[in-house]
């Protein structure tokens, strides 16, 4: 890796001794329905391609991008790294609601960055997903889109409005949104356990687990645009919001004794979040701007579970466990940006935070306090600081080189205390990137990229606190007179020494551009990740028992090098032929390898970084008819993961295939009707453990749900 750093840095000069008065193009279009930009590396989604793909939420429409990796739960990310791929939302951490479910009407943009900025911040060892809502125009429209839908014969149903004005002959703008959305999610999940001693495998326990779960989401987001003279502007800015996750669930458990265990679930969790922001910007002149936010954010948060467990034979026994976080977040975020000439741009920047975050819990067993948590109190309080300072320098050489070096540093201090224990952790990190563009013959079609970034994975607050998750399956019922627990009922902790990951990342990418909307890409990445963070799962002497109990604990696990290839394209059938139907193709495919070198064993790879990954996407304009469809599909192959010494895990392959039709109406209107997992298939999972010379396995299959969904979009006003 530093052989590559020095190639880049020999590079440089090389570049610099070509024309340098002959800016590069900032556009460039690799679709013929969707424009994209490439500058500095980012790879930019617009507005018009959010609009003709149909898709309701942020979330729909990544998951159709080739770059972007959908993981076997869902989740989204980069290079196949789900966890370390960075989240953003107008350049800024979310609040509270998840950015993956932002409808796509209120969205301007989606920014994608395979590697680090300083602008973007050093978290991001996969890179940066930055969602861009839209801002405040200069003039008046409003839409609408109602929905229902439909998963595991469960229905839900949603409106969005977003509306933007203009009063007449006034300086100022406005535009606001208000969503209101229900979706329902059913599950069904077979499980047994077994038990090996001296190669014989004998069935400790069976069940089956029935669950249905309800999201209710109502959030409104109000902003306001005044233009003060030329120069400067001010913008204030409201959001509030309400967000339900509720669930019931019934679990069936038989032993070969004929014992029986019957559970009954309840759990509900509101949350409530309020922000507000005004922004300053500052024209200095043509060249310069200054950009002044200040924002303050206030959540809470509240969870109830109840638990009501019938045994035969056996006593019933009801659990109570519920908790109250409020937090206060208030940030001041400046940024400064200037022209230099000849391409040549400098930005720079500083953000400074304050949160607070105090929890409150209540444990009841039977109606009574449960005095095991008695020894860490009954309050958690977290406050925390973070001062980041960035600069950023991007220099278009000549026609066809550019360069981009950029540094941040970060600060975080972090006091928290729990009951008597207190603990405070402080990090400073600095994260150098350096990027580097060629377009081979000064075309803008062939493209070679390198870029070289210093990035880090910082714990989070909830991995650092000792307070203990108690499995329900092995409780302490009064301080001091737990029993033992087993691998596989292990409590969980947080390491208040826990140190934030640090990794080296290269990345090298061609890409071929070909026709109108055509381009073929391939990206070769490496990480080098010290102080890797993971899980260690051991028996040991803990504050909430009498005898040792197996707990597992966040760790930093040594050193991990990760390694990967991927192929990317989108193609136009018209670029091969001008009669050909309106028929556009897209997909990727890509291979990787990571191991951590200090856990040995078998399959120490990083979770979720599996061998390989393919997916396939596709968009037909039927001839003569307002008629669009759509189809994505995605393929993950099967894998063992091994999580510490003692627990390894194992996943089935999954695949997943999606389709829409979206009927143009009229200019204004579109009909939309989706089929989310069209072919269902149970998902199957092994979790294995291995301690003191026998070996727990845990088998179990979970259904999936095919989800239906129709939707209308209308325009109002133009």
Not at 225 to 243: C, D, M, N
Not at 425 to 436: E, G
Not at 523 to 540: C, F, H, P, Q, V
């Amino acid at each position: 890796m530093k052989s590559y750093g020095w190639l880049l840095l020999a590079l440089a000069p090389v570049a610099a001794a070509q024309d340098k008065s002959a800016p590069a193009p900032a556009q460039v279009v690799v679709n013929g329905e969707a424009e994209r930009d490439f500058v500095a590396g980012k790879l930019v989604i617009g507005k018009k391609a959010i609009a003709e793909s149909g898709a309701q939420n942020a979330g729909e429409v990544l998951r159709r991008e080739p770059a972007v990796t959908v993981g076997k739960n869902g989740q989204l990310s980069l290079m196949g790294l789900p966890g370390y791929t960075q989240i953003l939302v107008d350049g800024q951490p979310p609040t509270a609601a998840d950015p993956m479910q932002l409808d796509a009407l209120q969205i301007e943009r989606i920014e994608i960055i395979k590697s680090a900025t300083a602008e973007t911040g050093p978290f991001g060892l996969a890179g940066t997903i930055n969602i861009v809502r839209r801002k405040v125009e200069r003039k008046a429209m409003t839409q609408v889109r109602a929905n229902g839908n439909m998963a595991g014969g469960q229905g839900g149903g949603g409106v969005t409005l977003t509306s933007n004005q203009l009063p007449d002959a006034s300086p100022w703008s406005y535009n606001y949104a208000l969503v209101a959305d229900r979706r329902n999610t059913p599950g069904l999940r077979q499980y047994r356990q077994e038990q090996t001693i001296g190669g014989q495998q004998v069935v400790l326990y069976q069940g089956e687990d029935s669950s249905s779960g309800r999201l209710d989401m109502f959030t409104g987001d109000f902003n306001a645009e005044v233009k003060l003279t030329l120069a400067h502007k001010l913008r204030f800015s409201a959001e509030a919001g309400r967000i339900v996750e509720s669930s019931g669930a019934t679990d069936q458990r038989t032993w070969p004794d004929a014992r029986r265990l019957a559970v009954d679930k309840q759990s509900r969790t509101p949350m409530t979040t309020r922000s507000a922001a005004v922004t300053w910007s500052w024209n200095i002149d043509d060249e310069s701007r200054f950009e002044l936010m200040l924002r303050s954010i206030a959540t809470n948060l509240d969870n109830d579970y109840q638990r009501f467990e019938q045994w035969a034979p056996g006593q019933p026994r009801t659990r109570f466990d519920a908790w109250q976080k409020d937090s206060r977040n208030n940030i001041l975020d400046l940024k400064y940006n200037t022209e230099l000439g000849a391409g040549h741009e400098i930005s720079a920047g500083a953000k400074f935070s304050r949160n607070s975050d105090d929890t409150n819990y209540l444990n009841l067993v039977n109606g009574l306090p449960d005095l095991s948590f008695g020894v860490l109190g009954n309050k958690v309080a977290g406050r925390s600081t973070t001062t980041r300072f960035f600069v950023q320098d991007d220099w278009r050489l000549d026609r066809a080189n550019a360069l981009g070096f950029g540094l941040s540093t970060e600060e975080h201090e972090l006091d928290l205390r729990e009951g008597p224990y207190e603990n405070r952790s402080t990090y400073r990190i600095w994260s150098p990137t350096l990027h580097f563009a060629h377009k081979i013959g000064g075309d803008r079609k062939r493209q070679l990229r390198a870029s070289l970034a210093r990035t880090f994975q910082a714990p989070g607050d909830y991995q650092l606190m000792l307070r203990p998750y108690i499995n329900y399956l092995a409780p302490c019922n009064a301080a001091g007179q737990c029993g033992a627990n087993t691998p596989d009922t292990n409590d969980k902790s947080g390491n208040p020494k826990l140190q934030p990951e640090r990794a080296l990342g290269l990345n090298l990418r061609y890409s071929h551009g070909f026709g109108s909307g055509s381009e073929f890409a391939t990206e070769l990445y490496s990480r080098r990740i010290d102080n890797k963070i993971g899980t260690m799962l051991a028996l040991e002497s803990v504050a909430w028992a009498n005898v040792p109990r197996y707990v597992s604990r966040p760790a930093n696990l040594g050193e991990a090098d990760i390694y990967g290839i991927s192929f990317e394209g989108r193609s136009s059938a018209k670029d091969f032929w001008k009669d050909a139907p309106a028929l556009d193709l897209n997909g990727s495919v890509g291979f990787s390898r990571s191991h951590l070198r200090d856990l040995p064993g078998s399959d120490n790879r990083i979770p979720g970084q599996l061998p390989w990954r393919a997916k396939l996407g596709l968009s037909y304009s039927v001839p003569g008819m307002p008629l669009k469809l759509n189809a994505d599909a995605n393929w993950l192959p099967s894998d063992w993961t091994r999580q510490n010494l003692v627990e390894r895990a194992y996943q089935s392959s999954r695949f997943t295939l999606n389709t829409s039709a979206a009927w143009k109406v009229n200019p204004k209107t579109r009909l939309v009707f989706s089929i989310d997992n069209l072919v269902k298939r149970k998902g199957r999972q092994i979790d294995e453990y291995s301690a003191q010379g026998l070996t727990l396995t845990g088998y179990s299959e979970r259904d999936s749900n095919t989800r239906l969904r129709v939707s209308l979009d209308t325009t109002l006003g133009d």
